[in-house]
């Protein structure tokens, strides 16, 4: 008998349904997610749109990626961000069951504050923290958190790998994913909340990791300030000091090529040309040249000499 191929017609079909539908995009905030990443100069790449982000550049990247050795497609990598998505439902259902009280609208409704709203279109709350920085939040559980049931929590749920997951198990949030546990004191802060549920769903097991997590106004005001004082710098970062071109951080970075590889950035846009400037306190970026927002290409870009 004829042996059938393991990657046959169906998943190459199905992967490549989801390629077509995909469409390059790029945060045009400072994400609350990011701002707790180790490295200065990522963050900052990322924020100017100098890293890799057509769709052909990401293909390429997922087919010569150490780290995403078990990634066969872009499509694969697509799908595995969906379920990431997904399983936020199922959570929000099951902490539903167990009678904990969520209603996001309600609670924006009933809990007014600066910089907080209402996001009709994705049916999430916004948190707006000023100078580009910005995120989406999971939910609210207003009550009903067993062990904690009369305070309210920030909802924060994660998808994760075996190895991380035992790893977050061990060592808690703020050990084993720092960037999280920045990401949440942000959404407490802008919400006025005191405490947040971490809660990590292994995708190889299902097993469920939870961990209440306090607020730390300190943490919070310092991350804020890194976010706002990377929107305002007008050049790239100092390497950390941690960072070298072997070491496995930098080795699995987007920006290696940059900062290590000798090469330029190939992104043409306004954020990587000479003549931008950021207006932070209008959250938007202006042309010297034009004295307009930098919204589009021209043609009398120029790449930055530092990218
Ligand atoms: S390669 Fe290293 S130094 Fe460069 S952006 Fe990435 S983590 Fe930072
Ligand atoms: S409008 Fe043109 S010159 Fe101005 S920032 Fe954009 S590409 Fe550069």
Redesign the pocket.
């Known amino acids: 008998m004829t042996s059938l191929p393991i990657y046959n017609p169906v998943t190459a079909a199905i992967d490549a349904h989801h390629e077509s539908q995909y469409t390059p995009w790029e945060r045009d905030h400072l994400g609350c997610s990011q701002i707790g990443h180790k490295c200065d100069r990522y963050i900052w790449l990322k924020f100017r749109f100098a890293l890799e982000r057509t769709k052909e550049q990401i293909e390429d990247r997922v087919k010569t990626s150490k780290k995403r050795s078990s990634i066969r497609s872009h499509g694969q990598l697509l799908r595995l961000f969906r379920r990431g998505h997904m399983e936020e439902f199922t959570v929000r259902e099951d902490l539903e069951a167990i009678g904990c009280v969520i209603d996001d609208e309600r609670w924006v409704r009933e809990h007014p504050r600066p910089g907080v709203s209402w996001n009709d279109k994705s049916q999430q709350i916004g948190v707006d923290l000023g100078k580009f920085l910005s995120g989406s939040v999971d939910g609210v559980i207003h009550s009903g958190l067993p062990g904690a049931p009369k305070t309210p929590h920030l909802l924060e749920v994660k998808t994760s790998g075996t190895a991380p997951f035992h790893e977050v198990r061990e060592n808690g949030v703020r050990e084993a994913k720092f960037q999280h546990f920045v990401q949440m004191q942000l959404y407490m802060h802008a919400l006025g909340l005191k405490r947040a549920l971490y809660l990590v769903v292994c995708k190889e097991t299902d097993e469920l990791y939870a961990e209440r997590v306090e607020y730390d106004r300190e943490i919070a005001l310092a991350f804020i300030a890194r976010g706002h004082w990377l929107a305002a710098l007008n050049r790239v970062p100092d390497y950390p000091e941690w960072a070298s071109a072997s070491w496995w951080e930098c080795k699995m970075c987007e920006g290696w090529k940059q900062c290590w590889g000798g090469e330029t950035t190939d992104q043409r846009?306004?954020r990587t040309?000479?003549?931008?400037f950021p207006d932070v306190d209008n959250r938007r970026?202006m042309?010297?040249?034009?004295g307009?927002e930098?919204t589009?290409?021209?043609d009398?870009?120029?790449k930055r000499f530092d990218l």
């Open positions: 846009n306004c040309c000479v003549n931008v970026f042309c010297r040249l034009n307009n930098a589009g290409l021209c009398e870009y120029e």
